[in-house]
C-alpha cells in the first residue's frame, strides 16, 4: 500500500505471525516503515534479551512513541500480533487479545519509506515472520478477534 493512501493522524495497523527463535543482546529488528532509524512508520522490535515487543511511531509529539507489550512472546510458537495506532492511542494484540493500550500523539506522520523485514539501522530478530497485512482503518476488538 503506497504511503499517500495513509493521512496524516489517521488509523493505521499491522497485523503478522511471528515465531521467536532466540533472544539478542541488544534490540532485534522485526519490521521497520520509513527512511531511517528516526522515521517510524512504524517499527517493532524485540527488547534486547527479551523476546518481548517495542512497538514505536513517529507523531507530531516525538519520533519514538509507542507501546510495548506486557508479555513475551512465547518462544519457538507462532503467535498473530496485531498493532494499531490511531490518533492518541496505539494498541498491542496477541491472537486477539489486547497485551497493552497506551497514549501517544495525536497526529501520526507518515513517510514514504520502505517497509523493512528488519531494518538497515538494528539486528536482525531471531524469529520468523509471515503474513504480514497493512490494515487502513481502525480496528474494534472484535475485528482483531477474526484476523486469522
Not at 43 to 64: D, G, Y
Not at 82 to 108: D, H, M, S, T, W
Request: proline share 7%; with cysteine; glycine share 8%.
Amino acid at each position: 500500500m503506497p504511503a499517500k493512501r495513509i493521512r496524516h493522524g489517521s488509523a493505521f495497523g499491522y497485523s503478522f505471525m511471528i515465531q521467536p527463535q532466540g533472544k539478542l543482546r541488544d534490540w532485534g529488528s522485526i519490521l521497520h516503515k520509513g527512511n531511517s532509524n528516526k522515521e517510524r512508520g512504524p517499527a517493532i522490535f524485540f527488547l534486547p534479551k527479551s523476546s518481548r515487543l517495542h512497538i514505536r511511531v513517529s507523531t507530531e509529539k516525538n519520533w519514538n512513541e509507542g507501546c510495548d507489550a506486557k508479555s513475551d512472546l512465547p518462544m519457538k510458537r507462532w503467535t498473530r500480533v496485531f498493532v494499531q495506532f490511531r490518533p492518541g492511542v496505539a494498541e498491542v494484540y496477541f491472537n486477539g487479545k489486547l497485551q497493552n493500550r497506551c497514549k501517544i500523539g495525536k497526529l501520526i506522520k507518515r513517510n514514504s519509506g520502505p517497509l523493512y523485514a528488519g531494518d538497515p539501522w538494528h539486528a536482525a530478530a531471531k524469529a520468523g515472520i509471515r503474513d504480514v497485512r497493512l490494515h487502513v482503518r481502525p480496528l474494534t476488538p472484535a475485528m482483531v478477534a477474526k484476523i486469522h
